[in-house]
Structures are given as C-alpha cells and as structure tokens.
C-alpha cells in the first residue's frame, strides 16, 4: 500500500537501506521541546556564540517566538498573535519587496500553498534551494534534453553495467545509492568513480543490510579518478576526445538524435591534449582507461552530484557529461542515461509544483484558468538574486519555509548584513538553526511546525527518479507545532480575505491540494485521486526510454565548451565546501566525520606535501583566508587522500570563506570553487 512507502520501499517494491542520516533526522525530530526555552534563556549575543550542534540540539521548537530589534533575546508569543503579526506586515508591504524561500524538505502539497500564495499575493520572488544545489542540473539537463531531472529510473541503474560517478560522496549521502552501485558490482558491472579526495566509501563499502558486506565491505570503484577541483569540465571533454581517436562513438545516434554533433567533434579534435591534462589535473593515461572502459560498456549510467554543480561552470559541466553520454548512444533507451542525485528528500517535488520564480507557460495557464486570476508576470529573483535586493535594501519582507537560509549562503557576512536590512522575517522551522541567530530582521518570527512524519494527512513527495509517493504521516510528537499546510492556509486567509480566487479553508483539507495540483501541474494528474486508488506514479515525459526529447525538434543538443583555467597559483588552494558524516546540510548532528576519520570541525583537510610546501605542520593552528573572509584557529589535518593543491572544510562553518561568485547560467554559487591561503597565527 502507499501509505508505506515512506522512503523504506523503493520504486521497484525492494526494501531499502534504512539510511543512518533518517534515523538521525528522525531522532531529531523526536527530540525533547526545548528550543524555546533555550531562546528565552540565551541572549542574541549568546546564540551568535553557538555552533550548528549546539542549536539542533536545543530541541523541538513548540512555540511562536518573536524577536525584535534592539531586545537581548526572542520572546514567546501566542499562535493569534504570530500569525495576527505576518498577516499585517504582509499587507503593509508591497508584493515585490517580498521573497518567499522554500528549503526542499515539505511536502508537494505545502510547495504548491505558498507558492500560490506568494503569487495571488502579487509576487514571483519565489524560490528554493536547488538554486544553491542542483540547479545547474536542472538548466543544464533543460538545454541538452528538454527535461531537467532524471532520464532514467531505479530499474535501469541495475541493470547498468558501467556507472560514472562524478563529485559526489554517497556513502556518506546517499546511502541507498551504494545498495543499488553493489548490485552492478555483483553483475560483474563497474563503477568509474571521479573525485579530488579519495572518499573511503567509494572504494570499500559496507553495505548495513548484507552481512558478507558488513563484515568485509564490498569493493566499489574500479577506477579512481583524483582532477583538481573544477577540472571535470576539461576531464569530460578529454574523455570524449579519446573516443572519437578510439572511432568508438555512436555516429548513427549522434547523426539522427542530436544537433550539434558535427561541430563538437571538430571542436574536439581541436582541443590540445596538454590542454586537457593541465586543466584537469588528469594524466593523459588515465583519461584514456576512462574512455576504453566506457568504450566497452553497453548500458552506462552517469550520476553526479555538488562536485559538479557548484562551480561557475556548474551549467557546463552538466552538458558535458550529457555530450558524453549522447556520444555513444547512452541516452534515449533503457538501461542508460543521466541521474542527477538529488538533494533534499523532496526538493524536486518543490520544484515541479512551482516553487521557482518563473512557471512553466503549462502551469502558469492552467492557473489562471482554473482559479480566474491574473498571475504576477515581473520577472521573479533567484536565492542569491534575493539576499542580493534585500542587501541593496530593495526588499522588505522575507518568508522562508524551512531550511536555513542565512546558514546555506556565501559570504555569511554578506548574508547576515543584508537578512538585518528586512522589516520582517517570518521562519517555519521544527528545530533551530544559525539563522535564528545570524538571520535578524527589525521583526522576526519562529513558527514551529510539525515534521513531514509527524503530519495527521498523508501527503506526497517526487522521488529523484519522478516518482511521486504518498506518505501517511503519523503521529505528532510535541504539542504545540502546527502543520505546514495550517499554517499557509491561515496566513493566505488572513492577508487576502475573503475576496481570494482560493477558499483557504478548503485547502486545509490535502485531498483538495491533491486536486488542484492535478489540474495545473503537468504529469500530475494521477495525484488528484491518489487518496483513492493509493496508486503511486511516474511523472509523464520525463524517462527516456526512446531517443525522442521533450526539445523543440525532438532531438538532443550538443554543446561546445571552451575549457575554463584552473584557479589559483602556487600561494594559494583550491577549497571546497563539504558536509561530513553527521550532518544534514546546516544541522550537525555529530561533530566526528567517521568516513574521513577526522574527530572536529574547525579543520582544514590538505595534502602532507602542501602543509610541507607552506611550511606549516600537521595539527598546528592557522587562519583560513580567502578575498571574503577569513576563519581563526583552524587546525591543518594532514590527510593524504586528497589531490595535492586542493583543501577540503565543513560547510556551513567555512561559508564565511565562499565567495558569492555564481555560475552565470544557473545562478549557484560556486561552493566548491572559492581560493584560500594560510596563514601563521
Ligand atoms: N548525510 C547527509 N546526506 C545528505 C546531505 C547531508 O548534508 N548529509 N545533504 C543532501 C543534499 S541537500 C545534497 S545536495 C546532497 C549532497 O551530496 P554530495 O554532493 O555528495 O555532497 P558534498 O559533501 O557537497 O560532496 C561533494 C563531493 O564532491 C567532491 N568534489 C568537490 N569538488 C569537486 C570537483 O570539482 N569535482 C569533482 N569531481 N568532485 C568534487 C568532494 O570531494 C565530495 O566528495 O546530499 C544530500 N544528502
Ligand atoms: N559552502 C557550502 N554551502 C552550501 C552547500 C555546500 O555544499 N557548501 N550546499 C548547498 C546545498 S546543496 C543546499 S541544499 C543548501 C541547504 O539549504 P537549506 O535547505 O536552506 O538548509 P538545511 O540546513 O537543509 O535546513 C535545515 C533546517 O530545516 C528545518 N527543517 C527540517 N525539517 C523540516 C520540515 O519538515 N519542515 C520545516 N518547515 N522545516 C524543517 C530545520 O529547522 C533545520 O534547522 O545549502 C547550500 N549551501
Ligand atoms: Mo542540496
């Protein structure tokens, strides 16, 4: 039945890995209440002091607060009063000074409330995080394709007998992809795995639910690729080089699906090999074991993750992973294509209910017909775009749905300067985050909610391989949180009254979301009556199991690259942002990063030949700088497994390093792109 299908069950019926990071989620959640007496009892000041570990663990959040500038600390306040506050800053403000930020973790049908809302409202500021994730999936996979999710599903991943992986870390974050790269191992499949760090998991793996795995592990990576940060661009572009020498492309495929082939391939004869090798970081050798192995594989799946998308290049990166794999035909039939692996749990669902700041033509004319409304048509800002408008003091009002927006930013200077220039900033949360203390604006609300697992109605969420799944919610675990959908419901009510197009009141009810997504969300229909067939669905037009693609004409595109420059000289390194083991995001939950070995946060994880170079030694304290910021007493972690030239630090912690540079397509900060030096303290 659906109802069960939650997360343990895949699209294919199997049960899957109960992932470690849900039972920490879960626990949590399960968390006691707490969170509001540890605002009542701990000054600004004081909560500005506090890591991500020391906020999560505060506890559930069970009560509105409200902070207002000037005071020391937040203060409680009645639900009426909450929502009596954000109704009336929401009139006294004119729509466009407003932005409405959505973190990927709510339901399709909370998506779907406050973006109608936000728009009736009389603004397009919408957005949601995948501007700071997978966006340059999304547009990347739009221009070779059509379509910016998936081409692929579970089935044809299994059945692969060759998988790229490219700058991802799944062990660590997407434990249930591990289950399905051990099942092509036992095919006798292979895995090419491309990352600057040597991620332990991907080249030993023990898979929880197989006890020969458990206690051995079971090898994955047959090949371990180590470029240099942002030199996957010039790798892809190498690999496909080495193809056309090897005469092993697909020139039927290329010729009768794809624009663009003719062209690429000159453009790729043309391209110097010492190009390729010193933009990369990869040896000439080594790109040409990649591509003999893809050359003979027949069935290859691409999958690939923040390595690739958070860069200035992100968009680009995408694309060539798509030419590679347009190039042997491994798009457009079963068993073969791109995957994108997702972020949040339902951050693709976000998105197809129409949390971005410009609808899809569909969605927004079937809106407007079904509700008899006129629809904002300025042209809405992006994450980055907003923080940027509410800096210049263009925007008055902030509305964020989850996630932590100040914590998830470049520049976290930047980000808590410009939060501190809003009137009002209104936040949903379960549990506190840096933001409550970083992100003030003159008034600041907390409205605490329920989990998605703790809501009384089922609700749905789209899986990264478009299939959406009804959850049945469960039992509440804290008195005192609402539910999303209550909550959007009762501000929508409040602040456009009764002549709204949309009875609020009614949407309380899921089943008449469920309805209304039906009608104006292509490839939805089936959901308007999920709550009586319980039958889960793929979206349509989104697989590709046929070489025909949702472009103008039909066919796939190809697209030229000029191969960007490696940055940085010999005074300084390439940084990258990432997570550990033990943490969702901007939620620490365990400071240890079991997979790398390293016991603390404050670190910075660099080849024992830099630290030498530099002159500096392992575990001696020094300041992290780089053009945006720098960060003190940060301990070098001499750590052998990533590539000379390159460093590794947390996200959120090392945010204050990330410059705001974006990738000018896609708009997604190059998290994993920023330059540092260090220095002796
Ligand atoms: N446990 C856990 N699970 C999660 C999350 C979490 O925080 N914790 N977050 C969720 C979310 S929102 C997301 S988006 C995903 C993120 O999943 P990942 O993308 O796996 O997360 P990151 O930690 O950003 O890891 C990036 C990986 O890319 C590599 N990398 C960095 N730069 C480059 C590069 O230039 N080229 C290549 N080839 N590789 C590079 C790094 O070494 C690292 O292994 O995970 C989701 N799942
Ligand atoms: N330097 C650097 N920066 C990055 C990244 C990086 O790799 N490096 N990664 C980027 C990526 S990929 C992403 S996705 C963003 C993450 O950006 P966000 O999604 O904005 O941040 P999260 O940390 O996932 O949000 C955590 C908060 O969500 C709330 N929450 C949890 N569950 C629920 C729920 O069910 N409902 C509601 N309403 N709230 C809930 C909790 O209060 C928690 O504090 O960060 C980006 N920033
Ligand atoms: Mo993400």
Redesign the pocket.
């Known amino acids: 039945m659906g109802g069960q299908s939650g997360g343990m069950v895949n699209e294919t019926g199997r049960s899957l890995e109960m992932c470690k990071k849900s039972v920490q989620a879960m626990a949590a959640d399960l968390q006691e209440a707490g969170a509001c007496e540890h605002l009542e009892s701990h000054a600004i000041s004081q909560l500005k002091k506090q890591t991500p570990y020391q906020l999560?663990h505060a506890g559930r959040l069970t009560h509105p607060m409200l902070y207002e500038k000037g005071r020391d600390f937040y203060r409680r306040i009645e639900w009426d009063e909450a929502l009596e506050r954000i109704s009336i800053a929401l009139r006294e403000t004119s729509a466009n000074d407003s932005f409405w930020y959505f973190?990927?973790?709510?339901s399709n049908e909370a998506g779907f409330l406050l973006q109608l809302f936000a728009r009736l409202y009389g603004t397009n500021n919408v957005n949601n995080?995948?501007y700071?994730?997978h966006q340059a999936s999304g547009v990347g996979l739009s221009s070779a394709i059509g379509s910016g999710t998936a081409t692929v599903v579970l089935d044809d991943v299994e059945h692969a007998d060759l998988v790229f992986v490219i700058g991802g870390n799944p062990p660590s974050n997407h434990p249930r992809l591990m289950t399905t790269l051990m099942q092509v191992k036992n095919n006798n499949g292979k895995v090419v795995v491309v990352n600057p760090a040597v991620e332990i998991g991907l080249v030993n793996f023990k898979v929880p639910s197989n006890p020969f795995s458990l206690l051995f592990g079971t090898p994955i990576a047959d090949l371990y690729v180590q470029p240099h940060i942002g030199g996957d661009l010039a790798m892809l572009t190498g690999v496909a080089k080495a193809i056309k020498e090897m005469g092993a492309e697909d020139s039927v495929f290329l010729q009768s699906y794809c624009d663009g082939a003719e062209q690429w391939l000159d453009h790729l004869d043309a391209i110097p090999w010492d190009e390729i090798t010193m933009k990369s970081g990869v040896s000439e050798g080594e790109i040409r074991e990649m591509a003999s192995l893809y050359a003979k594989a027949k069935n290859v799946i691409f999958c690939w993750t923040?390595g690739i998308t958070?860069h200035t290049h992100g968009v680009q990166n995408v694309q060539a992973i798509a030419n590679l794999a347009m190039m042997r035909g491994m798009l457009g039939r079963p068993h073969a294509g791109l995957l994108p692996v997702r972020?949040?749990s339902n951050?693709q669902g976000i998105g197809s209910v129409g949390v971005t700041p410009k609808l899809k033509d569909a969605i927004f004319n079937a809106l407007e017909s079904e509700l008899n409304v006129e629809l904002p048509t300025t042209e809405g800002l992006d994450t980055l775009g907003c923080m940027e408008a509410t800096d210049r003091g263009e925007l008055s009002l902030g509305f964020c749905?989850?996630?932590?927006?100040y914590?998830?930013?470049?520049d976290l200077e930047f980000a808590a300067t410009s939060l501190s220039k809003l009137k009002t900033l209104v936040y949903?949360?379960?549990?506190?985050?840096t933001g409550h203390a970083h992100g003030l604006a003159d008034q600041t609300i907390i409205l605490p909610?329920l989990?998605?697992d703790e809501e009384a109605q089922p609700t749905t969420q789209e899986s990264m391989f478009n299939f959406v799944r009804l959850s049945d919610g469960g039992p509440r675990r804290h008195d005192g949180p609402r539910s999303?959908i209550d909550v959007i419901t009762d501000i929508a009510g409040k602040t456009l009254g009764t002549e709204s197009p949309v009875n609020w009141q009614a949407m309380k009810e899921a089943p008449n979301i469920r309805s209304a997504i039906g009608k104006t969300i292509p490839g939805f229909e089936k959901i308007a009556d999920i709550d009586e067939t319980k039958s889960e669905f793929q979206i349509g037009g989104r697989t590709f199991h046929t070489p025909q693609f949702s472009t103008p004409n039909g066919k796939a595109q190809i697209h030229c690259h000029e191969l960007p420059e490696l940055k940085g000289d010999e005074t300084q390194l390439r940084l990258m942002?990432?997570?550990s083991e033990g943490q969702?995001?901007?939620?620490v939950y365990e400071e240890t990063d079991i997979y790398r070995g390293i016991e603390r946060r404050d670190v910075i994880l660099i080849n024992p030949t830099d630290t030498k170079r530099l002159g500096y030694r392992h575990d001696q304290k020094v300041t992290v700088k780089s053009p945006t910021g720098e960060l003190q007493d940060i301990r070098i972690r001499n750590y052998d497994d990533i590539r000379a030239g390159n460093v590794l630090m947390y996200?959120?912690e090392?945010?204050v390093l990330?410059p705001r540079t974006t990738d000018p397509q896609s708009r997604t900060?190059a998290?994993?792109g920023a330059l540092v030096t260090l220095h002796a303290q």
């Open positions: 999560e973190s990927g973790r709510s995080c995948s700071y994730c923040m958070h972020g949040h951050v749905l989850g996630g932590n927006l914590g998830s930013n470049p949903i949360n379960t549990t506190l985050n909610v989990a998605r999303e942002t990432v997570r969702f995001n901007t939620v996200f959120p090392a945010n990330v900060p998290f994993k």
